[in-house]
């Protein structure tokens, strides 16, 4: 397997293609023309923004701002992109996935990468390198540059000619490569490629994880198929605290809450966690979620009231 060495972008990287891409619940266009905020954010205040870009209160500015910063530093959407595999946050589904390459626990990853859409991959420093800033790409465009760049690296890009975005096909081009336990990661927003990754009729010693990730704007409708993953990330919806950390397993983090569904999701975290370099605090409780009242994001009025009523209406987990 090559190693994918740090690459540094150029001090004016430009960005090549179009791209759409979800940011706190706005969705977001990146082209040649620049950074456009098409839709105000659901989310008011995140810690992890916050970490990350300094911003204490979250409107289309701050999203603008916070996307324009990862095109100019790391050559998001840019021929330039850098691809480094440092970690970036302690449960994240890249950090996760490359600790389970590593280990021997999948066979490869199942991503999404601007430039390329879906890429299939065994190479773990590369899964990282392609998710540590990544945020829910809704549609993408190909460059030559990000695609040849992830060729090199043990990766597999599903469709050059389009970049498209379709996870069950790169978990059906994981098993006609060979592989045989696979792991991947699907948006809320392709909530039901969840359940048609379950339907597939797999060999005996064929096997999918399928981490639920990008969670913030899923709706009411999306739970019956985001219910079928093995690890949710609530990302900052309440919907799916309420909902999905109900039926969890177990939890890890507070502020964006990662929920085991499954127990083979439940065994793969507790391999992540003998990995992760942190102490750790681990206690028995009779339900969860688990809330500590302050923390995790912060949703704008508005979006809290709707989302409320979507709670009330689900009365139980799908």
Same mark, same amino acid.
């Given at each position: 397997?090559?190693?994918?060495?740090?690459?540094?972008?150029? %001090?004016?990287?430009?960005?090549?293609?179009?791209?759409?891409?979800?940011?706190?619940?706005?969705?977001?266009?990146?082209?040649?023309?620049?950074?456009?905020?098409?839709?105000?954010? $659901?989310?008011?205040? $995140?810690?992890?923004?916050?970490?990350?870009?300094?911003?204490?209160?979250?409107?289309?500015?701050?999203?603008?701002?916070?996307?324009?910063?990862?095109?100019?530093?790391?050559?998001?959407?840019?021929?330039?992109?850098?691809?480094? !595999?440092?970690?970036?946050?302690?449960?994240?589904?890249?950090?996760?996935?490359?600790?389970?390459?590593?280990?021997?626990?999948?066979?490869?990853?199942?991503?999404?990468?601007?430039?390329?859409?879906?890429?299939?991959?065994?190479?773990?420093?590369?899964?990282?390198?392609?998710?540590? %800033?990544?945020?829910?790409?809704?549609?993408?465009?190909?460059?030559?540059?990000?695609?040849?760049?992830?060729?090199?690296?043990?990766?597999?890009?599903?469709?050059?000619?389009?970049?498209?975005?379709?996870?069950?096909?790169?978990?059906?081009?994981?098993?006609?490569?060979?592989?045989?336990?696979?792991?991947?990661?699907?948006?809320?927003?392709?909530?039901?490629?969840? !359940?048609?990754?379950?339907?597939?009729?797999?060999?005996?010693?064929?096997?999918?994880?399928?981490?639920?990730?990008?969670?913030?704007?899923?709706?009411?409708?999306?739970?019956?198929?985001?219910?079928?993953?093995?690890?949710?990330?609530?990302?900052?919806?309440?919907?799916? %605290?309420?909902?999905?950390?109900?039926?969890?397993?177990?939890?890890?983090?507070?502020?964006?809450?990662?929920?085991?569904?499954?127990?083979?999701?439940?065994?793969?975290?507790?391999?992540?966690?003998?990995?992760?370099?942190?102490?750790?605090?681990?206690? %028995?409780? !009779?339900?969860?979620?688990?809330?500590?009242?302050?923390?995790?994001?912060?949703?704008?009025?508005?979006?809290?009231?709707?989302?409320?009523?979507?709670?009330?209406?689900?009365?139980?987990?799908?």
């Amino acid at each position: 397997m090559n190693r994918l060495a740090p690459t540094a972008v150029s %001090r004016r990287p430009c960005v090549s293609g179009k791209h759409e891409i979800y940011c706190c619940g706005s969705r977001v266009r990146i082209s040649q023309s620049g950074v456009e905020v098409l839709t105000e954010p $659901c989310v008011e205040y $995140c810690p992890l923004h916050d970490a990350l870009y300094g911003t204490k209160h979250i409107d289309r500015e701050a999203v603008r701002k916070s996307v324009e910063s990862k095109v100019s530093t790391v050559g998001f959407c840019c021929r330039e992109r850098s691809f480094r !595999s440092e970690p970036v946050v302690a449960y994240g589904a890249s950090e996760m996935m490359q600790v389970w390459l590593r280990k021997g626990l999948i066979d490869c990853a199942v991503v999404v990468c601007e430039g390329t859409g879906t890429v299939i991959t065994s190479n773990g420093e590369l899964v990282q390198s392609i998710g540590a %800033r990544l945020t829910g790409i809704v549609k993408t465009s190909p460059v030559e540059e990000i695609i040849q760049r992830i060729k090199a690296s043990d990766g597999v890009v599903l469709d050059e000619a389009t970049a498209r975005i379709d996870q069950l096909e790169g978990v059906k081009r994981a098993f006609d490569l060979g592989f045989r336990r696979v792991a991947a990661s699907v948006a809320s927003f392709q909530s039901k490629t969840i !359940s048609d990754i379950r339907k597939l009729r797999t060999r005996p010693d064929q096997d999918v994880l399928v981490f639920s990730v990008c969670n913030t704007c899923a709706r009411r409708q999306d739970l019956k198929h985001i219910a079928n993953a093995d690890i949710v990330c609530a990302s900052a919806s309440n919907l799916l %605290r309420t909902v999905i950390g109900k039926k969890s397993l177990m939890q890890v983090g507070v502020t964006i809450p990662v929920y085991a569904v499954t127990k083979k999701g439940k065994k793969h975290i507790l391999v992540y966690l003998e990995e992760l370099k942190a102490k750790l605090v681990a206690f %028995r409780t !009779s339900a969860l979620p688990y809330e500590v009242e302050g923390k995790g994001p912060r949703l704008r009025v508005s979006y809290a009231t709707k989302s409320l009523k979507r709670q009330r209406r689900a009365k139980s987990p799908p």
